[in-house]
């Protein structure tokens, strides 16, 4: 029989569930409960006070530990068919106080080898497109889709975004970043309601839960089509113009 909580606790979960509707995660992990957080109103009819274990943890105002509970939850995850082939599960890394937060796809081998995202050759590119916006790499926080990378690189499947999502989608609420630029579609389409191509949804903004949102090439097929960079520098102005930013050098080079 499931266990009974007592109504304070209800409620308390309730409105922490309310809470993340309200970010638009939809799916949540069941942890067991702990014996001692469930009330003893069946044995004895007497509801007994839950553990602080047991209690919803309000998201914490320091970001850094906010960040860290964030990381304990995935924990060595294996909730969707990409853990089979990680080295090493890729969070996240930056400033906790960015005003620009990238998002790209998934991590790669030298991601995967390394446990930080884009640290292979799209690593230095995006860190030189970082650079000529004026800006360093730890001033900005970057962070993908799916946390694991897919086998020989291959697209995240629909359900393994799907499931790796909330914790990309709790990431951005603690650092909550000015702008987010979704590197590639596959960003893009999981950010926003839209399934258009790049062409279409490349050039505007778009508002994502109190950020604005700009869409640009990823890295990797900037490096596949080097003619393409121009565009994404234009991608960048406009966040820099945004921000007010003023560029260090006039475009990105590899
Ligand atoms: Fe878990 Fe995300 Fe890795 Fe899938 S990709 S195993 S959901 S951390």
């Given at each position: 029989?499931?266990?009974?909580?007592?109504?304070?606790?209800?409620k308390?979960?309730?409105?922490?569930?309310?809470?993340?509707?309200?970010?638009?995660?939809?799916?949540?992990?069941?942890?067991?409960?702990?014996?001692?957080?469930v009330?003893?109103?069946?044995?004895?009819?007497?509801?007994?006070?839950?553990?602080?274990?047991?209690?919803?943890?309000?998201?914490?105002?320091?970001?850094p530990?906010?960040?860290?509970?964030?990381?304990?939850?995935?924990?060595?995850?294996?909730?969707?068919?990409?853990?089979?082939?990680?080295?090493?599960?890729?969070?996240?890394?930056?400033?906790?106080?960015?005003?620009?937060?990238?998002?790209?796809?998934?991590?790669?081998?030298?991601?995967?080898?390394?446990?930080?995202?884009?640290?292979?050759?799209?690593?230095?590119?995006?860190?030189?497109?970082?650079?000529?916006?004026?800006?360093?790499?730890?001033?900005?926080?970057?962070?993908?889709?799916?946390k694991?990378?897919?086998?020989?690189?291959?697209?995240?499947?629909?359900?393994?975004?799907?499931?790796?999502?909330?914790?990309?989608?709790?990431?951005?609420e603690?650092?909550?970043?000015?702008v987010?630029?979704a590197?590639?579609?596959?960003?893009a389409?999981?950010?926003?309601?839209?399934?258009?191509?790049?062409?279409?949804?490349?050039?505007?903004?778009?508002?994502?839960?109190?950020?604005?949102?700009?869409?640009?090439?990823?890295?990797?097929?900037?490096?596949?089509?080097?003619?393409?960079?121009?565009?994404?520098?234009?991608?960048?102005?406009?966040?820099?113009?945004?921000?007010?930013?003023?560029?260090?050098?006039?475009?990105?080079?590899?």
């Open positions: 029989m499931a266990p009974k909580l007592d109504a304070e606790l209800r308390q979960l309730a409105a922490r569930v309310d809470y993340y509707r309200e970010m638009g995660i939809h799916d949540f992990y069941r942890q067991p409960i702990p014996e001692s957080a009330t003893a109103e069946e044995d004895s009819g007497q509801a007994v006070e839950p553990t602080e274990a047991a209690r919803p943890l309000p998201i914490p105002n320091d970001k530990v906010a960040l860290r509970l964030i990381r304990e939850d995935i924990g060595d995850c294996t909730r969707c068919v990409l853990h089979k082939g990680r080295k090493n599960l890729v969070f996240g890394v930056g400033s906790v106080n960015a005003d620009i937060m990238f998002v790209g796809e998934g991590p790669g081998a030298d991601e995967d080898q390394q446990g930080e995202p884009f640290v292979g050759r799209a690593g230095q590119l995006l860190n030189n497109m970082i650079a000529a916006m004026g800006l360093k790499r730890e001033d900005v926080y970057i962070a993908n889709v799916v694991c990378r897919p086998p020989g690189n291959r697209t995240p499947e629909r359900d393994e975004c799907d499931t790796c999502m909330p914790f990309l989608l709790r990431q951005i603690v650092i909550r970043p000015k987010i630029v590197l590639g579609a596959v960003a389409k999981n950010l926003l309601p839209v399934n258009d191509s790049m062409a279409n949804i490349r050039g505007r903004w778009f508002d994502f839960k109190g950020a604005r949102l700009r869409v640009t090439y990823h890295p990797a097929f900037l490096l596949r089509d080097p003619r393409q960079k121009k565009e994404a520098w234009k991608d960048l102005q406009a966040v820099m113009k945004y921000l007010d930013l003023k560029p260090k050098s006039k475009a990105p080079e590899e």
